[in-house]
């Protein structure tokens, strides 16, 4: 006959190590939300931004199907710039965590990260933040990663932007240039006054060089394109003509290849997987980073931010 006693210790001792394994694990569980937390986002608020987005994509999904590029072109940006809106105001990050992101970005880019403006350097963190809270929680590699790459897309925009709509628009006032001579890309239809700046886009990007993208990227507009050059000559490069467009060219690739390849799959597509935004990362950022060789190539204007800033 079995002694009650011992069965009676035997069942304690089990619940003991049963007692001391769930203290362990919710040790663990503790930690990893402490972990997930300091980066910015939980499970649940990833799930929530996920269907935010999936709301957001449903609600332009006729504008995003246009047949007019200039009309869907339009409304890619829109819905881009509403998913960033979100994420930024959803991610929050603690300040120790967001000197860390910022160190390690600013490793990345050396020199250029202090001609890169704010609004793209928040941008740049909060996707990193973004990306590696998403991928602590994707166990099964099934979490929707668009809107980091949204992020890092509408950061390239906004120095795309500074650079050849805006300081571009200001070098032709300087050289008293009236709007009859304008590049027409960069004026409304009636072509008296110039383009409003929530008209630009990553697609805007290949009239203003004065390229065609029809069939493959090559030179188009020839008043648009010489007007650029002779921008980029004066305010941006220290090369020689023939660099100059080689540098074009190779913006222009680059540009395309991010709107394609990039942000319209995370604009349109239902999902976006781990491997594509690695790959977007990579491209403008970590390992390929086009945007820091784009703007590193502009000696002139790198330099010209120096010296503003020893002025100031």
Known sequence: MNDPKKELESIQQELDSLKQQLDEANVKIKFHEYIFSNLGLNINEISVFENKILELKK????????????????????????????????????????????????????????????????????????????????????????????????????????????????????????????????????????????????GSVLSIFGLSRKNTISLGNMYCYHKFEKYCEEKLYSLNQSEIQDEIFDNAYFIEKVRKDYRNPAAHTGHLTRTVCSECLDYIVDTEKQLKRMLENMTKRMDSYVNECRNY
Request: aromatic share 12%; charged share 30%; hydrophobic share 35%.
């Open 59 to 202: 609600n332009n999904a006729n504008e995003l199907s246009s047949i007019n590029f200039d009309s869907k072109e339009l409304a890619y940006s829109n819905l881009q710039n509403e998913i960033v809106d979100y994420l930024s105001k959803t991610v929050k990050c603690k300040d120790d965590n967001l000197e860390r992101y910022e160190s390690i970005l600013k490793d990345e880019f050396d020199n250029v990260w202090k001609v890169l403006s704010t609004e793209s350097k928040s941008y740049l963190i909060t996707s990193k933040i973004t990306f590696d809270s998403i991928k602590k929680n994707d166990l099964n590699d099934t979490l929707d990663y668009s809107g980091v790459c949204l992020l890092v897309t509408k950061a390239l925009e906004i120095e795309l932007y500074n650079i050849f709509f805006k300081d571009y628009i200001d070098y032709l006032l300087g050289c008293n240039l009236n709007l009859e001579k304008f590049p027409n890309v960069l004026l409304t239809d009636d072509k008296d006054k110039i383009k409003p700046y929530y008209l630009f886009s990553l």
